[in-house]
């Protein structure tokens, strides 16, 4: 049994299995195919997360921080692995800087990709300067400043619109994000912070904030905020004789066509598989699952166990995640990884 | 450092953290209130659990089994922790049957208490004996058969009544319990394979299938088992002239008063935050917030933590939460508790 753990990816995820397995004085050795660590909450720039409200680069740059100052951790940075031989227990990857690393247990903590708007162009992504992404809109707040980008004014409307690739199955997206609804409703009140006078719309089909974030997220930014929900199915996004954009759809409540002027439009742009998922399953020998994530083999007593034994799969890996559960997750996995190295790996039953 | 953890509760959490630990080679202290472990899952005779499909009694009973074989854990049923002294590191808890337990780390893995229905009396349960609890149809399930419990006949047409003690300000409940949109699902399915004539309703607010569920029970529960969803306010549920129920409200789709008659009504029940959260407060000494489950210190380095230093709280003790975090919740709780017996406790940050 050789006592390092590799780790594939350095988001929420990957990073919190780093810590969990060096807490118990194991050896990590983390690869992240990107130049700087943290994933997508650093690379996308997000504003403050949901549910603890703190800035991104403050919580995730704390988890960054901690395990690069960490000596049990070795970092790859703009790394892939290339080749993994060996089983469980005795793993040889063979990284693209031509690195060996032996390691007992692998982790995969390779998350997801974002959802592409052009792929909904009737939605105006790419074709009016002014519909742009809650990502997008996650800088501005980050910024300090919600502006069209089209003339750098501040939007006196503001929609935000749900399930932008998701619960859409004309654009193979059968699955929920789980998680848009909540970060809208932050986003919205982020927005309404920097611009109190702007009037900010959510366009949804249900509204998810499952959990506690009802009455943080859903509640108060209606009570509070002033945040207007209305459910819609929404045909398109055009643009009107006085240039403002025009979102055009059905009140489902009130079954009656609507057609509502905003100065910015926001797609709440949902997570997709990882599009490097196929060639992940390839090099590392694991399945995926019917939508393209990287399945898993078990989820009672040998959990985040994936379809290779030795081999564990978490985080927005698995499906689309908040970044609570994908710190969880990583903690889980680490668990799984230390336990291995403690004993044998057991079967994936 | 006392080289025990000390595991409150042996549910699906509290079983997948002791399995953690024990795998690390560390050992545990397991300390359960009911003269049998599984907690909700065996103790409500779950059927079928979400997502595996796999019966709870074979799924949580595999990780009961395993627990109970494990020689590094030590089970204390019936009992519960009355006095806790020391600090992180070195704890001494005096259990109910007057044991001393000295451990290193604690975990509060102490799950909810199922929403009494009694407490929504405008909507039948308690008046009417065909008004039962989503608890009763999955004991319907595992049993093989759904019955009226007035007469046994079998129903012709059910409905299931979401965001029963859910959602609802009235009656004190701010929150969603996250997973009964998918139970109910779920469980409608299993209706109509047990009675394929039998008809199905959901009546909800918004549907919170979230993630991969959105297509696994919301879609195929309507594709394929012709399950009916109706987005409605729910008044009262009263008796007909005829005998049957009554199910009175409004369809909020079309703005229109609804009227229909059942044979069966199910309430899908919440998840309350666990009665005996006052003493556990007290007896702990951490703290909880403002609905009453236990409150968390941080989210990001010091994952778990509880307000008070050594102790960890995870899964439905934390809010309301599906299996599949709470084993995942467990894992994580055991790596936390490894790591501080590796090295002393990290102050929560």
Redesign the interface.
């Known amino acids: 049994m050789i006592d390092t753990v590799l780790i594939v990816g350095a988001g929420p995820t990957g990073l919190?299995t780093a810590?969990?397995v060096s807490?118990?004085?194991r050896k990590v050795v983390l690869v992240e195919k990107e130049k700087v660590l943290g994933g997508a909450p650093i690379l996308s720039r997000y504003a403050k997360?949901v549910?603890?409200g703190?800035w991104a680069k403050d919580?995730?740059g704390?988890?960054v921080k901690?395990v690069e100052s960490d000596a049990r951790v070795t970092i790859h940075r703009g790394a892939k692995v290339a080749r993994l031989a060996g089983d469980a227990g005795d793993f040889t990857a063979t990284l693209s800087d031509c690195t060996e690393v032996r390691a007992g247990a692998v982790i995969l903590a390779t998350g997801f990709t974002h959802f592409d708007s052009i792929n909904k162009p009737e939605w105006g992504f790419g074709t009016f300067e002014d519909v742009v992404t809650t990502t997008q809109v996650e800088q501005m707040v980050a910024a300090g400043k919600i502006a069209c980008p089209s003339d750098g004014r501040t939007p006196a409307r503001v929609c935000i619109l749900l399930c932008v690739g998701s619960?859409d199955r004309q654009i193979g997206r059968?699955?929920?994000?789980?998680i848009c609804c909540t970060v809208s409703a932050n986003l919205a009140m982020e927005i309404k912070e920097l611009a109190p006078k702007t009037d900010v719309y959510i366009y949804y089909m249900?509204?998810?904030?499952?959990?506690?974030?009802?009455?943080k997220y859903y509640?108060r930014s209606q009570e509070e905020f002033r945040i207007k929900y209305v459910k819609a199915r929404i045909a398109e996004v055009t643009r009107g004789p006085d240039g403002r954009l025009l979102v055009k759809g059905e009140d489902?409540?009130?079954?009656r066509p609507i057609v509502i002027p905003f100065d910015l439009v926001v797609h709440a742009i949902g997570m997709d598989p990882n599009l490097d998922n196929p060639e992940i399953a390839k090099v590392f020998g694991v399945g995926l699952?019917k939508?393209g994530?990287i399945d898993r083999a078990e989820?009672?007593?040998s959990?985040?166990a994936s379809t290779r034994r030795g081999i564990y799969v978490?985080g927005a890996a698995l499906?689309?995640?908040d970044?609570?559960?994908c710190?969880?997750?990583?903690?889980?996995?680490?668990?799984?990884a230390?336990?291995d190295l403690?004993?044998p790996a057991q079967a994936a039953?």
């Open positions: 919190s810590a969990g807490s118990a004085g997360l549910p603890s703190e919580a995730i704390r988890m901690r619960r059968e699955w929920c994000s789980k249900d509204i998810r904030t499952f959990g506690l974030y009802e009455d509640w489902t409540l009130v079954k699952e939508h994530f989820h009672y007593t959990s985040f978490g499906a689309p995640e970044i609570d559960s710190i969880s997750h990583g903690l889980a996995m680490a668990m799984r230390v336990g403690h004993a039953a």
